[in-house]
């Protein structure tokens, strides 16, 4: 390899893309090609960075086969920054075999990072984890060293484990310090941000106040009665109950915990779980149905009783009732959620990291469009959607339930 391509490669790794172009701008030699596609990533331009990736691969010859593994890590890298959820991700799990044949261990552990990465983005934690643990974080070059980390915090964090987090975000830092690049540091100062913000709201007793991560940690190890309606659940201590599936059960299972230690009105609970405004014989005859599933749902955690008024939660431990609800409440707020990245996404992604249906998310993405919470640009394929940062949404971490599909 000649000097002014190490030259590019060494500027590139210490996260100066400038300084790469510069050595390699007016080239058009496949490794050059590369060069300028990975720098053109690193100043943002996915666009031009995937097509000159794409050109560069192609100008490898057969014999090449590190140089087009490395060129598709690097296009996996941008389809996961631009959010491209449909890039085959056979085809990097199939580079990382060749750079592991080939002893190039660094862009193969560079490979496995960002699989965990897409897993960690759609909320496979489990096989995100069985990954790392492939990985020797004390092997790895200080940036990939930081990016593991960073994924390492978000999976704490996705699971409450918010002491794991600080420490990995910590290690992500001296990292991010030891590679010397700006942006990298910059990424992890904002991870960090989100432990310290309020990620939820606690309803109790009618009051309502705006929780931290730790204090929500702190709440699911209290054996608290909790409706959880971040995360479509009912807890009471060790024991959680999913509701995702179950809406009505859900809404009437918080609004008798938002009354807690009183009771709740038929009429009050048929206008929430069922929307109804002038109860008949008919729905007073659902509800029971209803009321008749909960208490089945929630044996063990808490009985509900019949009042001359309503209904009313009695938990079984003695405990408190309380509602944990996300801060910002709306139509759509799962897809608003993964928007407020401030990456630009595919509806097809969307529907992918909420596991919902295409259709059902390209119908949520037309109603916030039309009240103005999103926009698009692009077309086709290249269609995307972007929506300003939404205040209450500081991360993925308790995003709500699933889509209801339809």
Do not use: Y
Not at 26 to 38: E, K, T, V, Y
Not at 49 to 74: M, N
Not at 193 to 215: Q, S
């Amino acid at each position: 390899m000649d000097s002014l391509i190490t030259a590019a490669g060494q500027a590139l790794a210490r996260g100066d893309p400038l300084g790469a172009l510069k050595r390699v701008a007016l080239r058009d030699d496949a490794a050059a090609l590369a060069l300028r596609g990975i720098a053109m990533a690193q100043l943002g331009d996915l666009v031009r960075a995937k097509a000159l990736l794409k050109s560069a691969a192609r100008a490898f010859g057969p014999k090449e086969a590190v140089a087009r593994a490395r060129c598709i890590v690097a296009e996996a890298e941008i389809a996961l920054v631009s959010r491209d959820l449909t890039w085959p991700v056979k085809a990097l799990d199939s580079a990382r075999v060749t750079l592991e044949a080939h002893g190039d261990h660094a862009n193969a552990a560079h490979a496995r990072t960002l699989q965990i990465r897409r897993l960690l983005l759609i909320g496979r934690l489990d096989e995100a984890e069985s990954f790392i643990a492939d990985l020797a974080p004390t092997l790895l070059p200080p940036p990939l060293r930081s990016t593991l980390q960073l994924a390492v915090a978000g999976i704490a964090i996705r699971r409450l484990h918010i002491k794991e987090a600080r420490r990995a975000l910590m290690r992500a830092w001296q990292a991010a310090q030891q590679a010397g690049i700006p942006a990298l540091g910059t990424e992890v100062e904002s991870a960090a941000l989100v432990i310290d913000t309020p990620a939820a709201r606690l309803i109790m007793k009618g009051k309502a106040r705006p929780l931290l991560l730790e204090e929500v940690e702190e709440l699911f190890t209290t054996g608290t009665f909790v409706v959880d309606a971040c995360r479509n659940v009912v807890r009471g201590g060790n024991t959680v109950v999913s509701l995702a599936t179950r809406p009505v059960l859900l809404a009437l299972a918080r609004t008798l915990a938002e009354a807690w230690p009183g009771d709740v009105s038929r009429e009050k609970l048929l206008s929430r779980a069922f929307g109804a405004k002038h109860a008949d014989e008919s729905h007073r005859a659902r509800l029971r149905v209803e009321i008749g599933r909960l208490r089945a749902e929630l044996r063990g955690l808490a009985d509900i009783s019949a009042t001359s008024g309503g209904f009313k939660l009695e938990p079984r431990r003695r405990s408190d009732a309380v509602v944990l609800a996300p801060l910002v409440e709306e139509e759509h707020a799962a897809v608003l959620a993964f928007l407020a990245d401030g990456e630009a996404w595919s509806s097809s992604a969307l529907a992918i990291a909420l596991d919902a249906s295409p259709r059902t998310v390209q119908r949520a993405l037309e109603q916030l469009s039309a009240a103005g919470k999103v926009q698009s640009f692009g077309r086709g394929r290249a269609l995307r959607w972007v929506t300003p940062s939404v205040p209450g949404f500081p991360t993925t971490l308790l995003l709500p339930g699933p889509l209801p599909s339809g």
